[in-house]
């Protein structure tokens, strides 16, 4: 003999508290969790303003990374109020203790006059080439959506610089903006996968956004085919989420640091020499600054570029592709970014280590919030001018 839904939904609605509508209204805006678990095709139609959507099939595998907590209040719905009576029997099974659902649901909710919207969705080529992010709990469509809104700023279009952009790209990063003056160069192939044959003497902001728009056409690419100064770096980085810093010289690395204090963007650090490599995350005023690490710069003879140095071709990949991840947890807020730690990579060795660097209460830039460092250029020599 089958089992009879209805008689199924009656003891669940029996077992568990459900809310009515205004109850629901009144607890907006509090420490409240208030999931949708429809089908995305009805979610899309309309949504409880603030509403997370996880499907009622997807609700028990991730219901751990939308709410840890168990003791949360969550509140649940559905259409009618059949389905979310029957997650929040499961929910309580799974041991979360204050679980109520919506008793007429979301046709309830319309009815009564509260407030709702239409989410913000994607189309079905979207939600194929994003479907790996959308798996991920910790990203889902929200996730995704937010890194579609998001705006990185990517300081050079070269060894670190490419592959970056290439992944934050692929991502669905929603504008990437780059700086480099520089033209394409037959000794920048080894290393700088943005580019190729074709592409030799053009400038590599173009470059770089041919491949980009050959990769997703959803990015949009902001070049900036000037030299980082004092006199238009606060204006080209306002606006960024997050900066990614691929500078291969001094002087730009401590002219973006000094910048992202005054604008209070974090910046995701790379560098690399010859078989080294290292990566860190500035966050203004919550952890150390680049100065807090090297108070000033060094002069040239004891700073070598690659160009003079060497530097193994795959080894800006290894950097920029751990930028490009940092980047996204940044814009995401998951994991634990790299702030208050220094990655560094040796190639020959295959080794990783981190070392933990703390923020220098007397550091000349971000040591008083209140005095911003000034901003000004460094020649060659890494002398200020």
Known sequence: MGVDQNDLVARARAAITEMTCDELAARLGSEFAIIDVREANEYEQGAIVGARHIPRGMLEFDIGVAVPDRSTPIALYCAAGARSALAAQSLEILGYTNVASLDTGFAGWKASGHDWEIPQTFTSDQRARYSR????????????????????????????????????????????????????????????????????????????????????????????????????????MDGYDVVVDGADNFPTRYL??????????????????????????????VGPCYRCLFEAPPPPELAPNCAEAGVLGVLPGIIGSIQAAEAIKLLLEIGEPLVGRLLLYDALDQD??????????????????????AIIDYDETCMAR
């Not at 910048?259 to 005023?285: E, T």
């Open 256 to 285: 973006v640091n000094d910048a992202s204090l005054h604008l209070n963007v974090p910046v995701v650090h790379g560098s690399i020499f010859r078989f080294d490599g290292q990566a860190a995350v500035f966050k203004p005023y």
């Open 352 to 373: 990783f280590t981190t070392v933990r660097i703390t923020r220098n209460p007397d550091c000349v830039a971000c040591g008083d919030p209140d005095r911003k460092p």
């Open 133 to 236: 992010h959308i798996m991920l709990p910790e990203v889902g469509e929200a996730g995704q959506q937010r890194l579609l809104d998001s705006r990185v700023l990517l300081i050079g279009a070269g060894g670190l610089g490419s592959p970056a952009a290439l992944y934050l790209a692929a991502a669905g990063v929603g504008t990437l903006g780059i700086v480099d003056h520089d033209i394409v160069d037959a000794t920048n192939l080894q290393r700088q996968i943005l580019h190729d044959l074709h592409r030799i003497g053009e400038k590599k902001v173009e470059s770089a956004r041919q491949t980009i728009m050959g990769l997703n056409s959803d990015v949009k690419v902001e070049a900036h085919a000037v030299r980082l100064e004092a006199g238009n770096i606060l204006e080209i």
